[in-house]
């Protein structure tokens, strides 16, 4: 069973930073397309990075391009987010999701699995 936990979510001043881990346990994901989405209030979850785990190729939303880095660590099993210059529409619950093969998707039914999110919110 695929497990995935977020952590790292907080309150930050606009230009701040945060990184956000997500700790995947169950099976090798080495064949797996782990991905970042986010759902702020009262709007649809939308797409933020994406990285091929045994490639590490990555691919990112236009609106945080150049601002967020998504990154994992082999050995730990787990995600990163790091995230810079955070602006107030920044502000989101963030989810962690994952979806086996390679294929280049940012449809969120794509994704098998989903963990329960980590709420960040930037102050402006």
């Known amino acids: 069973q695929v497990q995935l936990v977020e952590s790292g979510g907080g309150l930050v001043q606009a230009g701040g930073s945060l990184r956000l881990s997500c700790a995947a346990s169950?099976?090798?994901?080495?064949?797996?397309?782990m991905a970042w989405f986010r759902q702020a209030p009262g709007k649809e979850r939308v797409f933020v990075a994406r990285?091929?785990?045994?490639?590490?190729?990555?691919y990112y939303g236009d609106s945080v391009k150049g601002r967020f880095t998504i990154s994992r660590d082999n050995a730990k099993n787990t995600l990163y987010l790091q995230m810079n210059s955070l602006k107030p529409e920044d502000t989101a619950v963030y989810y962690c999701?994952?979806?086996?093969?390679?294929?280049?998707?940012?449809?969120?039914?794509?994704?098998?699995?989903w963990g329960q999110g980590t709420q960040v919110t930037v102050s402006s």
């Open positions: 999701a994952a979806r086996l093969g390679s294929r280049n998707t940012n449809a969120i039914d794509e994704y098998d699995y």
């Open positions: 169950g099976r090798t994901f080495s064949g797996y397309t």
């Open positions: 990285l091929w785990w045994i490639g590490g190729n990555t």
